[in-house]
């Protein structure tokens, strides 16, 4: 059955640190590039990060470069996403998904995993 598991979310305080976890099963991992969105109530959904199959090329939206890093483990079928110096404006459901960076075209989806940055 294929699945992508988010977890690592959670309550943070401003200028803490979080890193979610993508356990990815059910198909082929290492042909696929995989991608972090988030969705904050209210606002439509937005790319965050991705990452290319060797993890060889990343992407960054403006708003999180510098402070997000992402990575994965294809022996572990897993993407990891460092988030430092969270601010209150990062609060929203973060979603791993599966699919094509060059456009954030996605096949893929878990079902997400909260942060909430607030003090």
């Known amino acids: 059955q294929l699945q992508l598991v988010e977890s690592g979310g959670g309550l943070v305080q401003p200028g803490g640190s979080l890193r979610l976890s993508c356990a990815a099963s059910?198909?082929?991992?290492?042909?696929?590039?995989i991608a972090w969105f988030r969705q904050a109530p209210g606002k439509e959904r937005e790319g965050v990060s991705c990452i290319r199959n060797t993890g060889g090329s990343t992407h960054y939206a403006d708003s999180v470069k510098g402070r997000f890093t992402i990575s994965r483990d294809n022996a572990k079928n897993t993407v990891y996403l460092q988030m430092n110096s969270l601010k209150p404006e990062d609060t929203a459901v973060y979603f791993c998904a599966a699919g094509y960076c060059s456009g954030y075209l996605m096949i893929y989806w878990g079902k997400g995993t909260p942060v909430t940055v607030s003090s």
């Open positions: 059910g198909f082929t991992f290492e042909d696929y590039h």
